[in-house]
């Protein structure tokens, strides 16, 4: 096994800057479908009640925050070649206070209450601060002409815009003080979040590391300059729209969210037609995971549209639960699920050769994560997502779909598990055989 090219490692972080936040993840999203499991079928009453609420944070800030903090930290001087300062330290300072900053936010949804809820925004707040200004930093330092640089700074520029508008949604519940533009401004909020901070993460990280784990065709040259640096003009775009007087706002949007749909329709067409001409004709779980989250991406596209452009569509999908589940569970879970597959064996992989070299054999990346549990792990999550989209329609099919759901998340959970401890007992032996100093 060799580095893959275009990669510098000699700068990576101490594994356990990125474990800590991968390891966290998969609880979130078992929380989540715990939460599911207890409200039923009501969930899909409305959007605004308090337990959908803890729900979508739970995904968008518990697991996917979580796992794109930790594989950003990571990624940074790897693909980048420039490291985040002091990354321990950082890695700790953060995931110390956006674990139970999730936590808090959450229960300060469901009880109502003040005192969870501000305290909620200020380890949100400071977590997410000190995250930006490590990785800013970094990114500053980074070369332009790399496109996943530019996607990652756009990314960092929406979680900026999606926190501070969070936060002061959150303030709406901290001190109640009711919000005028509650509605339009939650709807700032996720777009900057999803299509944000998601969606330009991702695209930006793919243009490097799709082709170079599922061994495709490099990205078209034009595509990776200026897709995300498009997709971030339309969201500035589509939240200047939102302060056009109405009878000019409805039709302007609609004409900027076509775009912007455009511009991500492109991008997930382009990266399931690499995927077709990739050079090694076996499959693994990552490439069906990547695979399965470009078709829900697709979906939600086109669902989010055909809702603009029907309003009776738009009735029938009620609060956009169909849409929700397919771009979060479908898109981001799916993605997100496959990357760590990839990271996990070859970080642990990675770092075992230098600890072992010359003392023991290091472990084959396929015994570091056997095939098998991560299949398992990847049919619950596909059999999970229609079930959420279609309990969207039927609302009780939300039990079915939480256990799937829930049980894939314990599975995933189990097997990171399973592979940090290969790295801990071949750490310790290393240690062991160590030659003492003289
Ligand atoms: C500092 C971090 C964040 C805070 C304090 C926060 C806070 C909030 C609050 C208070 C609401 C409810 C608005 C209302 O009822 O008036 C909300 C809605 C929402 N947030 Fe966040 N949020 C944060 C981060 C995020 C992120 C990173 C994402 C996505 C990646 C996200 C996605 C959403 C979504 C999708 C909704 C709408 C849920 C629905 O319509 O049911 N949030 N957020």
Known sequence: MSLPAGLSFSQAP?????FRFFLSAPLFGLLAALLALWYGPSLMDSRWQPSVLALTHLMTLGFLGMAMVGAMMQMLPVVAGSPVAHP???ARAVHVLLLPGVLLLAGGFL???????????????SGLAVFVAAVGLSLKRASSNNPTVVGMRFAVGALVVTAAIGLTLASNYGWDWWL?????????????????????????VSFQVVPMFQLTPSYPKPLTRWLTTALFALLLLWSAVQMLPEGVQEPAMLA???????GFTVYAAVTLRLQLQR???QSDVTLLFWRFGMVCLLLALALGIAGQVLPVLDRVQGDNFALAFLFIAGFAVSVVNGMLYKIVPFLIWFHLQSLLMGVVRVPNMKLIMPEPGMRRQMWLHFAAVPM?????????????AALLFGTSMILLEVNLLYAFRIYQQNAKLASKVEPSPT
Do not use: D, Q
């Not at 101490?14 to 990125?18: D, E, F, H, K, N």
């Not at 401004?185 to 695209?203: P, Q, S, Y």
């Open 14 to 18: 101490p594994i356990r800057v990125p």
């Open 111 to 125: 009880s109502g209450m003040y005192w969870p809820m501000r305290l909620a925004m200020l380890l949100l707040g």
């Open 88 to 90: 321990v330290g950082v």
């Open 388 to 400: 959420l989209v279609l309990s969207a329609f039927w609302p009780p099919l939300i039990y079915l």
């Open 279 to 281: 050079r090694r004709k």
């Open 256 to 262: 900027v969210g076509i775009a912007a749909a455009i």
């Open 180 to 204: 005028i533009e509650r509605v339009r401004l939650t709807n700032l909020h996720l777009t900057w979040g999803l299509l944000g901070w998601v969606g330009l993460l991702v695209a930006g």
